[in-house]
């Protein structure tokens, strides 16, 4: 029980020594806090999730018995579901979801498995801990409905299809689509840790790419009459439209939204899916699409300390899975790519190339800050040229 509140409503209502018993007064205490986190229609949220053990156990022994299979593992839904299982049964994946300095808990039972010895924490690694745990195990029993939304989703864009001769794509994710269950896992805890699972609204998605400017607009109302969109549509983050295309005495004004930093653009729509999940769909247009693949790279970097990097400051790229990103994305196609699109971006081009030489030769990433100005330079002009045609093959 002590492990349950505090997952839901943080240290904080239940401070004090983590052995206390729960008393009725203490349940009274944060009664009004857990019922307002298990109600979240006040919210655009998937809602809070109890787990029933009974569900839990049963829907594990169904992904064990699809792991059996070898050729299974080997597709990438089974390559997803080896990850989600490693997760929810090793201490040692789900470490990787806590403080850095936790996994100095973990320890090799007499089955030679590592555990978390939470018995040796404070309070704060103990509350941490179950919270994680509460965690994977709701989002493991989300994942069914959330494989259902994204087929609908799949099934809505094809309206917008054959309505608008649109392109659907998927960004990158598990499998068709599907944020992976690591990288949803990772947003509600090392990432965001206040969330819940009901906070995830990304997991099913997709893109939606139309041929021309003059298409997003009708497009966009288009979305905005379906059922899936009204569901939410009194939700202010329901829709962000960074092409800002609604006029002022439009209802829908108020979903005009500045383009991010960086430049880039797109109209993103959450949608409600039949069974109540929440979907994401991104509208946009294609010298915009190749301006983010092209420039996604750079955000990659960045957000590995963005307050470094916005204020210009030298600091260290040490995660190993960005390192593998920067040198397969940053290759010479990409700096050919660069330099034959974007006019004046040789200097800039040359100063990021000497960087990522250090790379290929030493193996560390040391953005300094002339390297940081550099690649802003060139994100921003990407994006730039990405709302016209000036990226685009020609025809």
Not at 63 to 83: A, H
Not at 100 to 106: E, G, K
Request: glycine share 8%; aromatic share 6%.
């Amino acid at each position: 029980m002590t492990d349950t509140l505090a997952a839901a409503v943080g240290p904080d209502p239940l401070s004090g020594p983590a052995s206390a018993r729960v008393t009725p007064a203490d349940v009274a205490k944060v009664k009004a806090e857990v019922l307002k986190r298990i109600n979240q229609s006040a919210h655009m949220s998937q809602g809070f999730r109890l787990v029933n053990q009974a569900d839990y156990q049963s829907s594990l022994a169904e992904l064990r018995g699809k792991l059996k299979s070898k050729s299974f593992q080997q597709t990438d839904e089974g390559k997803m579901c080896k990850l989600m299982h490693d997760i929810l049964t090793d201490d040692a994946h789900l470490a990787e979801y806590l403080d850095a300095d936790i996994a100095q808990y973990l320890e090799t039972n007499e089955a030679g498995k590592k555990v978390l010895n939470t018995k040796a924490m404070d309070f704060h690694g103990k509350n941490q801990v179950a919270n994680a745990k509460l965690k994977r195990k709701q989002l493991f029993l989300m994942f069914k409905e959330i494989i259902q939304a994204q087929v609908e989703l799949n099934t809505f864009a094809q309206r917008l299809k054959v309505a608008f001769g649109a392109e659907i794509s998927f960004p990158p994710g598990a499998y068709g689509g599907i944020k992976s269950y690591s990288g949803a896992l990772a947003k509600i805890t090392t990432r965001i840790r206040n969330n819940d699972v009901g906070d995830l609204k990304d997991c099913a998605r997709i893109t939606v790419k139309v041929k021309k400017f003059k298409d997003l607009q009708g497009a966009k109302l288009f979305i905005c009459g379906t059922e899936e969109f009204k569901a939410v549509a009194s939700h202010q983050k329901s829709l962000k439209d960074r092409y800002q295309l609604a006029g002022t005495s439009s209802v829908l004004a108020r979903h005009n939204v500045e383009p991010d930093s960086s430049g880039y653009k797109d109209i993103k729509f959450f949608l409600k899916m039949s069974g109540g999940q929440i979907a994401e769909l991104q509208l946009n247009i294609p010298g915009m699409l190749i301006a983010k693949k092209k420039a996604h790279i750079v955000y990659d970097i960045a957000r590995t300390n963005q307050d470094a990097f916005d204020s210009r400051q030298q600091f260290q790229v040490t995660t190993p899975e960005v390192l593998e990103k920067v040198k397969k994305k940053m290759d010479g196609d990409w700096f050919g790519f660069i330099r034959s699109k974007l006019n004046g971006i040789g200097p800039d081009a040359d100063c990021v190339e000497g960087m990522i030489d250090v790379l290929k030769s030493k193996g560390t990433l040391i953005i300094e800050p002339k390297q940081a100005e550099a690649l802003n330079r060139i994100s921003k002009q990407l994006y730039a040229a990405g709302l016209g045609e000036a990226l685009l093959d020609p025809k």
